[in-house]
Protein backbone atom coordinates (compact mmCIF):
# COMPACT_ATOMS: atom_id res chain seq x y z
CA UNK A 1 0.00 0.00 0.00
CA UNK A 2 1.00 3.81 -1.04
CA UNK A 3 1.83 5.54 2.19
CA UNK A 4 1.59 8.87 2.81
CA UNK A 5 3.10 9.80 5.86
CA UNK A 6 2.64 13.69 7.45
CA UNK A 7 4.13 14.01 10.65
CA UNK A 8 1.95 15.62 12.90
CA UNK A 9 -2.01 15.24 13.67
CA UNK A 10 -2.43 18.42 15.58
CA UNK A 11 -0.06 21.20 15.89
CA UNK A 12 -0.85 24.49 17.58
CA UNK A 13 1.46 27.73 17.06
CA UNK A 14 2.19 30.83 17.97
CA UNK A 15 1.42 34.17 15.74
CA UNK A 16 4.66 34.94 13.90
CA UNK A 17 6.30 31.38 14.66
CA UNK A 18 8.02 29.86 11.21
CA UNK A 19 6.11 26.99 11.02
CA UNK A 20 7.40 23.37 9.40
CA UNK A 21 4.38 20.73 8.41
CA UNK A 22 6.62 17.78 7.10
CA UNK A 23 5.92 14.76 4.43
CA UNK A 24 6.84 11.34 3.41
CA UNK A 25 5.71 9.15 0.61
CA UNK A 26 7.37 5.82 0.37
CA UNK A 27 6.28 4.80 -3.33
CA UNK A 28 8.94 6.96 -5.17
CA UNK A 29 6.10 8.98 -6.80
CA UNK A 30 7.19 11.91 -8.78
CA UNK A 31 4.55 14.35 -7.50
CA UNK A 32 3.82 15.88 -4.36
CA UNK A 33 1.26 18.41 -3.02
CA UNK A 34 0.13 20.54 -0.64
CA UNK A 35 -3.55 21.35 -0.13
CA UNK A 36 -5.10 23.28 2.38
CA UNK A 37 -8.74 22.12 3.28
CA UNK A 38 -11.28 24.60 4.74
CA UNK A 39 -15.27 24.11 5.59
CA UNK A 40 -17.25 24.88 2.53
CA UNK A 41 -14.31 25.65 0.46
CA UNK A 42 -12.85 22.28 -0.68
CA UNK A 43 -9.22 21.17 -1.34
CA UNK A 44 -7.06 24.05 -2.54
CA UNK A 45 -3.54 23.72 -3.94
CA UNK A 46 -0.96 25.43 -2.22
CA UNK A 47 1.79 24.21 -3.98
CA UNK A 48 3.39 21.27 -5.96
CA UNK A 49 6.55 19.64 -6.79
CA UNK A 50 7.04 17.37 -9.73
CA UNK A 51 10.61 16.23 -9.26
CA UNK A 52 12.83 17.18 -6.52
CA UNK A 53 13.91 20.94 -5.92
CA UNK A 54 11.71 21.76 -8.32
CA UNK A 55 8.15 23.44 -6.88
CA UNK A 56 5.17 25.26 -8.90
CA UNK A 57 2.78 27.56 -7.14
CA UNK A 58 -0.64 26.56 -6.57
CA UNK A 59 -4.23 28.50 -6.36
CA UNK A 60 -3.49 29.91 -2.87
CA UNK A 61 0.80 30.04 -2.64
CA UNK A 62 0.87 33.64 -0.91
CA UNK A 63 2.46 33.40 3.09
CA UNK A 64 4.18 30.02 2.19
CA UNK A 65 7.09 28.03 0.63
CA UNK A 66 7.86 24.72 0.09
CA UNK A 67 11.10 22.57 0.09
CA UNK A 68 12.10 19.33 -1.77
CA UNK A 69 15.23 18.16 -1.34
CA UNK A 70 14.82 14.43 -1.34
CA UNK A 71 12.18 12.78 -3.68
CA UNK A 72 10.42 11.10 -0.99
CA UNK A 73 10.10 14.35 1.32
CA UNK A 74 7.94 17.42 0.34
CA UNK A 75 8.09 20.34 3.32
CA UNK A 76 5.28 23.12 3.81
CA UNK A 77 6.88 26.42 5.68
CA UNK A 78 4.86 29.22 6.91
CA UNK A 79 7.08 31.62 7.16
CA UNK A 80 5.30 33.75 9.83
CA UNK A 81 2.20 31.95 10.94
CA UNK A 82 -1.18 33.73 10.96
CA UNK A 83 -4.94 33.15 12.44
CA UNK A 84 -5.98 32.83 8.74
CA UNK A 85 -3.81 29.98 8.17
CA UNK A 86 -5.43 28.19 10.72
CA UNK A 87 -6.37 24.90 8.89
CA UNK A 88 -6.47 21.48 8.04
CA UNK A 89 -3.46 20.93 5.58
CA UNK A 90 -3.32 18.01 3.54
CA UNK A 91 -0.46 16.10 1.46
CA UNK A 92 -0.55 13.95 -1.33
CA UNK A 93 1.77 12.14 -4.00
CA UNK A 94 1.24 10.67 -7.35
CA UNK A 95 2.63 9.60 -10.23
CA UNK A 96 2.91 10.66 -13.56
CA UNK A 97 0.32 13.03 -15.50
CA UNK A 98 -3.27 13.08 -14.75
CA UNK A 99 -2.85 10.34 -11.99
CA UNK A 100 -4.69 9.63 -8.71
CA UNK A 101 -3.33 11.23 -5.92
CA UNK A 102 -2.81 9.05 -2.21
CA UNK A 103 -3.22 11.53 0.73
CA UNK A 104 -2.02 11.71 3.93
CA UNK A 105 -4.18 11.61 7.10
CA UNK A 106 -3.81 15.49 7.76
CA UNK A 107 -2.27 18.02 10.38
CA UNK A 108 -4.62 20.72 11.80
CA UNK A 109 -2.63 23.59 12.31
CA UNK A 110 -4.35 26.30 14.91
CA UNK A 111 -2.35 29.25 14.87
CA UNK A 112 -2.97 31.55 18.28
CA UNK B 1 -8.73 26.09 -16.19
CA UNK B 2 -10.09 22.81 -14.92
CA UNK B 3 -13.06 23.56 -12.19
CA UNK B 4 -15.56 21.23 -10.12
CA UNK B 5 -19.00 22.12 -8.80
CA UNK B 6 -20.75 19.94 -5.76
CA UNK B 7 -24.04 21.24 -5.57
CA UNK B 8 -24.87 19.65 -2.88
CA UNK B 9 -23.49 20.69 0.67
CA UNK B 10 -25.31 18.77 2.87
CA UNK B 11 -27.44 15.70 2.47
CA UNK B 12 -29.24 13.48 4.79
CA UNK B 13 -30.15 10.10 3.98
CA UNK B 14 -32.17 7.09 6.03
CA UNK B 15 -30.35 3.93 6.23
CA UNK B 16 -30.80 1.92 3.44
CA UNK B 17 -32.07 4.47 1.33
CA UNK B 18 -29.99 5.17 -2.01
CA UNK B 19 -28.10 8.39 -2.13
CA UNK B 20 -26.75 10.10 -5.59
CA UNK B 21 -24.50 12.56 -5.20
CA UNK B 22 -24.01 15.55 -7.73
CA UNK B 23 -20.67 15.78 -9.28
CA UNK B 24 -20.31 18.84 -12.60
CA UNK B 25 -17.32 19.63 -14.40
CA UNK B 26 -15.44 22.27 -16.35
CA UNK B 27 -12.25 21.14 -18.62
CA UNK B 28 -12.11 21.57 -22.51
CA UNK B 29 -10.78 18.15 -23.24
CA UNK B 30 -11.47 14.74 -21.67
CA UNK B 31 -11.09 14.90 -18.02
CA UNK B 32 -9.67 11.68 -15.54
CA UNK B 33 -12.63 12.06 -12.71
CA UNK B 34 -12.57 10.87 -9.55
CA UNK B 35 -14.60 10.41 -6.36
CA UNK B 36 -12.99 10.87 -2.37
CA UNK B 37 -14.51 9.78 0.85
CA UNK B 38 -13.05 11.65 3.73
CA UNK B 39 -14.27 10.12 7.23
CA UNK B 40 -13.99 12.78 9.93
CA UNK B 41 -10.14 13.22 10.83
CA UNK B 42 -9.42 11.12 8.67
CA UNK B 43 -7.44 12.04 5.35
CA UNK B 44 -9.09 10.83 1.42
CA UNK B 45 -9.35 7.78 0.14
CA UNK B 46 -10.08 7.50 -3.08
CA UNK B 47 -13.71 5.57 -4.07
CA UNK B 48 -13.50 5.50 -7.76
CA UNK B 49 -11.44 6.76 -10.56
CA UNK B 50 -12.65 6.96 -14.68
CA UNK B 51 -10.01 7.76 -17.10
CA UNK B 52 -11.38 6.02 -19.95
CA UNK B 53 -13.70 3.63 -21.58
CA UNK B 54 -16.69 2.18 -20.23
CA UNK B 55 -18.48 5.36 -18.38
CA UNK B 56 -20.42 3.35 -15.40
CA UNK B 57 -17.03 3.09 -13.49
CA UNK B 58 -17.40 1.03 -9.83
CA UNK B 59 -15.71 1.59 -7.10
CA UNK B 60 -15.34 0.46 -3.41
CA UNK B 61 -17.77 0.16 -0.47
CA UNK B 62 -20.32 -0.59 -3.37
CA UNK B 63 -20.59 2.83 -4.98
CA UNK B 64 -20.43 3.65 -8.43
CA UNK B 65 -20.56 6.40 -10.67
CA UNK B 66 -21.60 7.60 -14.26
CA UNK B 67 -19.57 9.91 -16.85
CA UNK B 68 -22.03 11.77 -18.97
CA UNK B 69 -19.86 14.03 -21.31
CA UNK B 70 -23.23 15.72 -22.59
CA UNK B 71 -24.18 16.95 -19.15
CA UNK B 72 -20.17 17.48 -18.00
CA UNK B 73 -21.24 14.97 -14.54
CA UNK B 74 -20.01 12.46 -13.10
CA UNK B 75 -22.42 11.52 -10.05
CA UNK B 76 -21.75 9.43 -7.56
CA UNK B 77 -24.36 6.59 -6.34
CA UNK B 78 -25.04 4.16 -3.66
CA UNK B 79 -28.21 1.78 -3.58
CA UNK B 80 -28.35 1.27 -0.26
CA UNK B 81 -26.53 3.47 2.02
CA UNK B 82 -24.99 2.09 5.66
CA UNK B 83 -24.17 4.15 8.96
CA UNK B 84 -20.40 4.16 7.92
CA UNK B 85 -20.81 5.90 5.15
CA UNK B 86 -21.90 8.99 6.58
CA UNK B 87 -18.89 11.28 5.42
CA UNK B 88 -17.58 13.87 3.24
CA UNK B 89 -17.53 13.42 -0.28
CA UNK B 90 -15.27 15.37 -3.16
CA UNK B 91 -15.36 15.00 -6.54
CA UNK B 92 -11.83 15.92 -8.69
CA UNK B 93 -10.72 16.49 -11.97
CA UNK B 94 -7.46 16.35 -13.82
CA UNK B 95 -6.17 15.61 -17.09
CA UNK B 96 -3.55 13.83 -18.73
CA UNK B 97 -1.22 16.59 -19.51
CA UNK B 98 -1.75 17.84 -15.94
CA UNK B 99 0.08 17.19 -12.67
CA UNK B 100 -2.62 18.37 -10.23
CA UNK B 101 -6.19 17.83 -9.65
CA UNK B 102 -8.71 20.49 -8.79
CA UNK B 103 -11.63 19.17 -6.00
CA UNK B 104 -15.12 20.29 -5.04
CA UNK B 105 -15.98 22.08 -1.95
CA UNK B 106 -17.32 18.69 -0.98
CA UNK B 107 -20.79 16.93 0.37
CA UNK B 108 -21.02 16.00 3.63
CA UNK B 109 -23.65 13.44 4.05
CA UNK B 110 -25.34 12.38 6.76
CA UNK B 111 -26.64 9.02 7.64
CA UNK B 112 -30.43 8.60 9.98
CA UNK B 113 -31.27 5.30 11.70
Known amino acids: DVKVTQSSRYLVKRTGEKVFLECVQD?????MFWYRQDPGLGLRLIYF???????EKGDIPEGYSVSREKKERFSLILESASTNQTSMYLCASSFGRGSLAFFGQGTRLTVV | AQSVTQPDIHITVSEGASLELRCNYSYGATPYLFWYVQSPGQGLQLLLK??????LVQGIKGFEAEFKRSQSSFNLRKPSVHWSDAAEYFC???????????FGAGTTVTVRA
Open chain 2, 50 to 55: YFSGDT
Open chain 2, 92 to 102: AVGASRDYKLS
Open chain 1, 49 to 55: SYDVKMK
Open chain 1, 27 to 31: MDHEN
